[in-house]
């Protein structure tokens, strides 16, 4: 069954830190991948995406995430986070076919103090 | 505001009654899908559709809950004889079209809290 892992439950960075979240997934077939951020009482919105082409993929607010298939990864990356980048991240993986929905892992809670 | 629209927003209702939350689409969407979130959980996915038609509904947690979407719009959830593992923010999101490269919008949600 396809499945989303999101191996930090809590992490907590300084300003100008980097940032790394990881992301794996369980699907044998070809996979589309997602980015969530949900900011303290607000709805889920979309980071970034992959769909094929460039496994490096740039989103909203300086995020990036790169797709490595080997891996079955899609880690998120910033290189310098700041204060209002506090907010829980869900990783999100879809099928590759018509259908299908959103499966997401348990989120990652972001702490960034200035 | 054009997003998804979710009322009502918080429900508390006593052990054993019935509860229905409302989900409005964004305009032109045909797909809409019911998520359910718990403390420290990301989203579970419960059932989706495709205009009025209910596509999967396996996901839905037991046959307490059921879901509709009549004219292919607006849609409802309604949890008979409600429990307290029930308390959950329940959310709504919407897509255009559910091919594979389609980005699903989420609404603000509903939290339930069953007493």
């Known amino acids: 069954a396809q499945s989303v892992s999101q191996h930090n439950h809590h992490v907590i960075l300084s300003e100008a830190a980097s940032l790394e979240l990881g992301c794996n997934y369980s699907?044998?077939?070809?996979?589309?991948l997602f980015w969530y951020v949900q900011y303290p009482g607000q709805h889920l919105q979309l980071l970034l995406k992959y769909f094929s082409g460039d496994p490096l993929v740039k989103g909203i607010k300086g995020f990036e995430a790169e797709f490595i298939k080997s891996k079955f990864s899609f880690n998120l990356r910033k290189p310098s986070v700041q204060w209002s980048d506090t907010a829980e991240y869900f990783c999100?993986?879809?099928?590759?076919?018509?259908?299908?929905?959103?499966?997401f892992g348990k989120g990652t809670t972001l702490s960034v103090s200035s | 505001d054009t997003g998804v629209s979710q009322d009502p927003r918080h429900k508390i209702t006593k052990r054993g009654q019935n509860v229905t939350f409302r989900c409005d689409p964004i305009s032109e969407h045909n797909r809409l899908y019911w998520y359910r979130q718990t403390l420290g959980q990301g989203p579970e996915f419960l059932t989706y559709f495709q205009n009025e038609a209910q596509l999967e509904k396996s996901r839905l947690l037991s046959d307490r809950f059921s879901a509709e979407r009549p004219k292919g719009s607006f849609s409802t959830l309604e949890i008979q004889r409600t429990e307290q593992g029930d308390s959950a923010m329940y959310l709504c999101?919407?897509?255009?079209?559910?091919?594979?490269?389609?980005?699903?919008?989420f609404g603000q949600g509903t939290r339930l809290t069953v007493v």
């Open positions: 999101a919407s897509s255009l079209g559910g091919g594979w490269n389609t980005e699903a919008f």
């Open positions: 699907y044998g077939g070809t996979v589309n």
């Open positions: 999100a993986a879809k099928a590759n076919q018509a259908g299908t929905a959103l499966i």
